[in-house]
């Protein structure tokens, strides 16, 4: 798949089939992940694969009850990746100027992943939504790691379409204008 097609396919998919989702895919979407581009190219970030129905079913448990509407869809799918750094020298000189690389690092991968599954044609929704201390209980994530978001993954519960992966209408998007400026903020492009 080309890749503008595949950023216009892509859809947040949260009703998935029950189809296992292959190693060799799952690989596939680590790979994508693994050539992405880092700061000083220290890669210093870690993927948990999650795929134990009795692991995915208590993530939406470590967020508070209320909320948990957010994130249950999370509970019948195959597979979760867990996205994590431990930050490198270079992350927190970084972050004395201001700048968050070792958040940028890991979510540039995470969306290579996203765009590699929507080539495997296989639905993923990001989830920012997750109560840390209880996941990293969960996962057994030594102390270093955090957790920057979750993908969930997995073959969609509905038929795709020309249009989009599992036929989800396209939610709305800001135009180019509303979104860019030219030289000097605000100027048209
Ligand atoms: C950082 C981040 C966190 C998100 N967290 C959640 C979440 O907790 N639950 C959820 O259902 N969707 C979540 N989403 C999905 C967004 O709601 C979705 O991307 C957005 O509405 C646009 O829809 P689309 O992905 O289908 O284009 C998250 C997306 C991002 C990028």
């Known amino acids: 798949m080309d890749v503008f097609k595949a950023i216009k396919w892509r859809r947040s998919v949260r009703r998935f089939s029950a189809q296992k989702v292959e190693r060799e895919k799952v690989l596939q979407i680590l790979e994508a992940a693994r050539l992405a581009p880092s700061s000083s190219n220290r890669q210093a970030w ?3 694969v999650v795929d134990d129905p009795a692991v995915i079913t208590q993530i939406p448990d470590t967020v508070p009850a209320g909320t948990r509407r957010i994130v249950n869809f999370m509970k019948e799918a195959p597979l979760v990746i867990v996205g994590c750094y431990s930050k490198a020298l270079t992350h927190y000189i970084a972050q004395l100027a201001g700048h968050e690389n070792h ?28 109560g840390e201390s209880r996941l990293r209980n ?16 997995g073959y969609p519960a509905e038929r795709s379409t020309e249009e989009a992966i599992a036929g989800i209408p396209a939610r709305p998007r800001k135009t180019l204008g509303e979104i860019v400026s030219h030289n000097k903020f605000g100027e048209n492009y």
């Open 103 to 130: 958040l940028v690092d890991v979510s540039i991968a995470m969306t290579h992943m996203t765009l590699a599954a929507t080539d495997l044609r296989i639905g993923s929704c990001w989830v920012g939504w997750y």
């Open 46 to 48: 870690h993927f948990v």
């Open 138 to 153: 969960l996962l057994k994530l030594p102390r270093k790691y955090r957790v920057v978001a979750l993908l969930v993954l």
